[in-house]
């Protein structure tokens, strides 16, 4: 399987971590976002979107972190990265979707450019935008952890599940633009114990070979 990611790409980040609880080999194939790789050739050849992450396993390219994470559910089942029920699974595609869908498209490169170069906002007031988008999301994922018996250690229940691999990323970005992480307890608990495991800390922007 190849890779094509970024390293500070939060969706790329999940990928990575989903491939190292699974323990599948892949080889990792840059795309410089900052210097929009991603729209010129080869990658746009392969990625109608322009986006990352991409898998390509056997010739078939796959798009979207969490079709990606969920294929490789499928096709790797070991260890599951989904509950067994139905309530389960939605509860974790729940919780995955709180971040994918409602925090990561407000804040992600492409957005914060559009509001710099062609909206004419300052530095200072886009930090403020991100900050506002990711603690109000945080704060729904809270609510949503700490009052429900399910969480377990992880997300849900003692085993890492599609919402760890998704939170994980998202709190290191909240990191990086000095977000206030006091007000949700529970999700913090959560990140620390996903940051004891292997896969998660080999799986950061720092290890990733194109880390600057």
């Known amino acids: ?15 990575r971590i989903a491939l190292a609880l699974k323990g599948l080999a892949y ?20 990625s109608a979107t322009g986006l990352v992450p991409l898998l390509v396993d056997d010739g078939h390219a796959i ?17 599951p990265l989904l509950p067994v ?27 914060l450019r559009y509001l710099v170069r062609e909206l004419g906002v300052s530095e200072e007031a886009k930090d403020t935008w991100y900050r506002h988008w990711v603690e109000t999301g945080l704060a729904a994922v809270e609510a949503q952890l700490a009052g429900d018996a399910r969480t377990g250690r992880f997300c ?12 994980v990323p998202q709190i290191f970005n909240a990191q990086r633009y000095d977000c206030r992480l006091d007000a949700v307890p529970t999700v913090m608990r959560v990140f620390g114990a996903c940051m004891q495991l292997p896969a998660f800390v080999d799986s950061q922007p720092d290890r990733c070979p194109d880390a600057a």
């Open 85 to 111: 029920d139905a309530l389960g699974r939605a509860r974790v595609r729940g919780l995955a979707l709180d971040i994918a869908c409602e925090i990561h498209p407000l804040d992600n490169l492409r957005v």
């Open 1 to 15: 399987m190849d890779l094509y990611s970024y390293f500070r790409s939060s969706a790329s980040f999940r990928v």
């Open 27 to 46: 080889d990792y194939k840059p795309v410089h976002l900052v210097k929009s790789e991603q729209l010129k050739p080869p990658y746009a050849a392969l």
């Open 63 to 79: 798009g979207q972190s969490l079709a990606i994470i969920e294929y490789l559910d499928e096709t790797h089942p070991q260890p």
């Open 156 to 167: 849900h229940g003692d085993s890492p599940t599609l919402a760890d691999c998704v939170l």
